[in-house]
């Protein structure tokens, strides 16, 4: 029985890169030998073992063939006769089928070393096709090792585009679309897991919402991208900038959805598409299972952050109202969130990437104003709950005026 060091392990240390995890795979050995062993086995669909005292995971190599459609249809074959060039031809890409052995000798069978220096994202074997959700890990792949100079190689590209023409893609269960997509927004460069997916084709199955944006004008004036769909994933590359909370990146991303509901009688003005950006992401986020803090975030992001823009412009009650639909007084960190958000919206258009958003500062003090004011300081004598909140809203909204006077009065 011998054990390999393999996968995303074996590739981050050959590119100098931290090692967030090790997998191990298992040549030679059974179920019960790794029993024996003390191990304690959690795979369900192949065998794949916890170590005793690393809590690393140890997988019996395996062969897979495809036997029906969608990310389960495989017959898996682990045994003790399963060869390590076998276990490792059924990986996705090459970089990531090469094993080290404990006296740090690599076995690379299929020429990952040779992509990692030719910066290639490049398919193992022809059985790539078999498992559409590679079509989202190589687009995540390249949402984060772009900044090293990655790229899909054509080949692959090809494929990726007939996996997604072959109507595979509809087989995939929300949960793992979302879990490859959570895991992109979180790369160095989110914005290229989503070019990445259009370019294949399979941004309109998995994300129809998003791709409807492309093709759809906006005013010069303001976007000089003109491109509602362009203009998305700026936003998104701003939004990495600023922020590593894939909550954020993602508020940045759907933040525009409604533009493409927008009737075109109206382009490129888009009237009204704070509303239906929020039907929109309520009806994404219940499709692909999204999570509810992701939710709350972009669905805010996508009602008020016109708003946030124009905030010099608003009247002090509308000011207020925002901080309360933020619900910014029990949950500070929505408004920060949020504010980055529209940041990067701010940023996300041609040639204004770098310019100032002071708008976020106005905002950040009009919420601090606000806060400031205590129920405890308030003569609440005979009051009902309801004349109380109504007393409070009043006094925020003098701090509010008081504050926006003052900064006017120092400029």
Not at 321 to 326: D, F, N, P, R, V
């Amino acid at each position: 029985m011998q054990t390999y060091l393999v996968g995303g392990a074996v590739r981050d240390q050959l590119l100098g890169l931290p090692v967030k995890e090790r997998d191990w795979v298992v040549v030679g050995g059974s179920v019960q030998q790794m029993l024996d062993q003390g191990f304690r086995k959690v795979g369900k669909d192949f065998p794949v073992f916890l170590h005793p005292v690393s809590g690393e995971e140890y997988a019996l190599a395996r062969t897979e063939r495809k036997k029906g459609p969608g990310y389960y249809g495989f017959d898996v074959h682990a045994a003790a006769d399963v060869t390590l060039e076998q276990d490792l031809l059924r990986r996705d890409l090459t970089i990531n089928a090469i094993a080290q052995d404990e006296n740090q000798l690599l076995t690379d069978p299929y020429g990952g070393q040779r992509d990692l220096e030719q910066r290639l994202l490049r398919h193992v074997s022809p059985a790539f096709s078999e498992d559409p959700l590679r079509v989202l890990r190589v687009a995540r792949f390249l949402a984060r090792l772009a900044p090293l100079g990655f790229r899909i190689a054509p080949e692959t590209s090809q494929l990726m585009s007939d996996l997604a023409a072959s109507g595979e893609l509809e087989n995939l269960v929300p949960e793992r679309v979302w879990q490859e997509t959570e895991t992109a927004l979180g790369e160095a460069q989110p914005q290229l897991y989503f070019q990445a997916l259009r370019d294949c084709g399979a941004l309109r199955h998995l994300f129809p919402e998003l791709d409807a944006l492309y093709g759809i004008p906006q005013p010069a004036r303001w976007h000089p991208e003109v491109d509602t769909g362009l203009h998305s994933l700026m936003v998104l590359a701003q939004a990495a900038k600023l922020s590593d909370d894939p909550c954020v990146r993602f508020a940045a991303l759907v933040h525009d959805l409604g533009k493409a509901a927008t009737p075109r009688d109206l382009w490129p003005s888009h009237p009204g598409h704070e509303r239906r950006s929020v039907q929109l992401i309520l009806a994404m986020v219940q499709r692909l299972k999204i999570p509810n803090q992701y939710r709350d975030l972009a669905v805010k992001v996508a009602e008020l952050h016109g708003k946030c823009h124009n905030i010099a412009e608003l009247r002090d009650s509308t000011v207020l109202a925002m901080l309360e639909a933020l619900d910014s007084f029990r949950r500070p960190r929505m408004l920060e969130d949020f504010l980055l958000a529209c940041e990067a919206d701010a940023r996300g258009r041609t040639d204004r990437e770098d310019e100032p958003y002071p708008q976020a500062e106005l905002l950040r003090q009009a919420h601090q104003a606000a806060a400031s004011v205590n129920a405890g300081d308030q003569d609440l004598a005979g009051l009902t709950g309801e004349q109380i909140g109504a007393l409070l809203r009043q006094e925020r909204l003098r701090a509010i005026a008081r504050q926006r006077l003052a900064s006017e009065n120092s400029d």
